[in-house]
């Protein structure tokens, strides 16, 4: 459906920071999960981060623990992740992602592809060495 828009994608040096957003219009955004999955070509569509509708309870992936934080801004609809201390090995495209929560029964929903109901067209990330 790529109803999502990410947007804040680009050239990035190591070690430097990006911030990207995602807006969901037309739902009922403080209902959903919602996530961050990137993709690089010949590889899986790999999760990322997430982030609850309900609490706002935040779930990463190891490989990005530390240096992202996915936060949400329910009175404009939109979720960021804010990338710092960037590596050549986060280059990919990255997709946002909004799942219905009544999905989420435990925590490894949050994780999963299958969960999320709806993602955006993707925005390319390239970090540069």
């Known amino acids: 459906q790529a109803q999502l828009v990410e947007s804040g994608g680009g050239l990035v040096q190591a070690g430097g920071s990006q911030r990207l957003a995602c807006a969901d219009p037309?739902?009922?955004?403080?209902?959903?999960?919602m996530g961050w999955f990137r993709q690089t070509p010949g590889k899986e569509r790999d999760f990322v981060a997430s982030i609850s509708g309900n609490d706002g309870r935040a779930y990463y992936a190891d490989s990005v623990k530390g240096r992202f934080t996915i936060s949400r801004d329910n009175t404009e609809n939109t979720v960021y992740l804010q990338m710092n201390s960037l590596k050549p090995e986060d280059t990919a495209v990255y997709y946002c992602?909004?799942?219905?929560?009544?999905?989420?029964?435990?925590?490894?929903?949050?994780?999963?592809?299958?969960?999320?109901?709806?993602w955006g067209k993707g925005t390319q990330v390239t970090v540069s060495s």
């Open positions: 992602a909004a799942g219905a929560g009544y999905k989420f029964i435990s925590s490894s929903r949050y994780y999963a592809r299958s969960s999320y109901d709806y």
């Open positions: 037309g739902r009922a955004f403080t209902t959903f999960t």
